[in-house]
């Protein structure tokens, strides 16, 4: 079984071994048909074997399927509709299935949305870590978040563009608003954009109308690195934006960012009692 990566959007960075692949693996597993069978027309090429939709719904039905195909014999290509297999797509599955039933396991690199975004977002790129996507509840996000709020690593992020500002906030909010980041858009294709900036000013941004892949980068917590008060107040603002009673958002904010409770409650009155700017 192979897993091979596939072009984020532009057909110029498929591979030797991936054009060959396609032209000539027995079984073809697509996350989308239509999109795989439109980068083939793109690089010109007509693939010669079975084509099984293999997509998030269908994932667990279909690896008996695919399983029956290895022990037939054949080879099983595995691909995604951009990047590699099993990275926030389907795959994982069908790896642990076939590890688990003896067959080879084999990938044919290529490109990823994570490891670009990371390099062009111009955060530290020594140490990262993967979260993928961010649950679609404001609770559920917020938990999560504030179990990262102190991950010394630099974080990466898939998103929905039509999500992509609230979940802005909710990063500025738990992270606090001057984190930094870099939101990167459209990889590879005609419209690329990198926007690079704190998560407060992304989050502003944001609230316009932004489309396309996004991947989102975050600059990891760096010890002894102390908030500012304007920081801890507006995580303490953001979050009774979302409805969240103040005592209780800046209980929140203080366990995120490691800071006393008093301090927080000290940064909102202080935040209150300083003029209009």
Request: charged share 20%; net charge negative.
């Amino acid at each position: 079984m192979i897993l091979a990566g596939v072009p984020l959007g532009n057909p110029g960075d498929a591979s030797a071994r991936l054009r060959s692949a396609l032209a000539t693996a027995p079984v073809i597993a697509a996350e989308d048909t239509r999109r795989m069978r439109r980068l083939c027309s793109d690089l010109d090429i007509t693939p010669t074997g079975r084509v099984v939709s293999f997509f998030d719904a269908n994932e667990t039905s279909r690896v008996p399927l695919l399983l029956d195909a290895l022990a037939a014999g054949e080879d099983v290509l595995v691909v995604t509709d951009a990047g590699m297999p099993s990275v926030s797509d389907p795959g994982y599955r069908l790896v642990v299935a076939a590890v688990a039933a003896g067959y080879p396991v084999t990938a044919l690199p290529g490109p990823s949305a994570v490891t670009t975004a990371l390099a062009l977002s111009g955060l530290p790129c020594d140490r990262f870590c993967f979260e993928g996507f961010l649950p679609r509840r404001a609770g559920e996000r917020a938990k999560v978040l504030d179990g990262l709020a102190r991950e010394p690593r630099t974080l990466v992020f898939f998103e929905a563009p039509h999500r992509l500002a609230e979940s802005l906030a909710a990063l500025a909010a738990a992270f606090g608003p001057e984190r930094a980041g870099a939101v990167c858009r459209e990889l590879s294709k005609t419209y690329e954009e990198v926007k690079r900036d704190n998560l407060g000013a992304l989050a502003e941004w944001a609230a316009g109308d932004v489309r396309g892949e996004i991947t989102v980068v975050v600059a990891g917590f760096v010890a002894g690195a102390e908030a500012s008060s304007v920081d801890l107040a507006a995580a303490v603002a953001l979050r009774e934006s979302a409805g969240m009673p103040r005592k209780e958002a800046i209980a929140e904010v203080a366990q995120s960012l490691g800071v006393p409770k008093r301090a927080v409650f000290d940064a909102v009155v202080a935040a209150k009692s300083a003029p209009p700017a």
